[in-house]
């Protein structure tokens, strides 16, 4: 069964480093998104991307964050200064054009910004 | 303001009964909603779409819409222990490229 693959599982940063988190979206999807949770907190939407630009965007997902699609498999989600708070573990998900808006979620990454 | 409202818990039941998890919404325009399972440590794992008033059952699970109560709920029959998780109801307003607006998760615990 087709599965949302994310890079790395963990990573560790110091503050003020750029990260960049990958992710490879189920192959036939068209729609592609980032969320984080902070631990103990809930899901929080970042972004969604649709035919190579962003199509809705949450109020946390200010300048320092940027998405990108930069072949025909790979989607990543940079964070160029990254702060204290940024530490959360950050999800990638994909759905498809027909069939709803039904989201499948990667493993994601857990980041730790020190 | 997009709002999902959950009952954190835990909620625990005994190994056989059936759980009952609820949730509202405050957006009347909500089209889609989701329950996902959520292990500690692990990603969300979708259980169960809703897109119309009524009853949906899948398995042991059956998910429930009302649009004028604003309410969605899900029931899990014979619930094993394996089922012990974190319940998170999501809603998409919009569809298509809209995100998901998610309850905090109710703690579910499946007692031997």
């Known amino acids: 069964e087709p599965e949302v693959t994310q890079t790395p599982s963990h990573q560790v940063t110091q503050m003020g480093q750029e990260v960049i988190l990958r992710c490879v979206p189920i192959?036939?999807?068209?729609?592609f998104y980032w969320y984080r949770q902070i631990l103990g907190q809930k899901v929080e939407f970042l972004v969604s991307?649709?035919?190579?630009?962003?199509?809705?965007k949450s109020e946390i997902f200010d300048d320092q964050f940027s998405v990108e699609r930069p072949d025909g498999s790979n989607f990543t989600l940079k964070i160029r200064s990254t702060k204290l708070e940024d530490s959360a573990m950050y999800f990638c998900?994909?759905?498809?054009?027909?069939?709803?808006?039904?989201?499948?979620f990667g493993p994601g990454t857990r980041l730790l910004v020190l | 303001q997009k709002e999902v409202e959950q009952n954190s818990g835990p909620l625990s039941v005994p190994e056989g009964a059936i759980a009952s998890l609820n949730c509202t919404y405050s957006?009347?325009?909500?089209?889609?909603f989701f329950w996902y399972r959520q292990y500690s440590g692990k990603s969300p794992e979708l259980i169960m779409s809703i897109y119309s008033n009524g009853d949906k059952e899948d398995g042991r699970f059956t998910a429930q819409l009302n649009k004028a109560s604003q309410y969605v709920s899900l029931l899990i029959r014979d619930s094993q222990p394996s089922d012990s998780a974190t319940y998170l109801c999501a809603v998409n307003v919009g569809g298509g490229a809209d995100g998901l607006t998610f309850g905090k998760g109710t703690h579910l615990i499946i007692q031997p």
């Open positions: 991307f649709y035919n190579n630009e962003i199509s809705e």
């Open positions: 998900a994909s759905s498809p054009l027909m069939g709803g808006e039904t989201q499948y």
């Open positions: 957006d009347r325009g909500s089209q889609s």
């Open positions: 192959s036939n999807h068209l729609y």
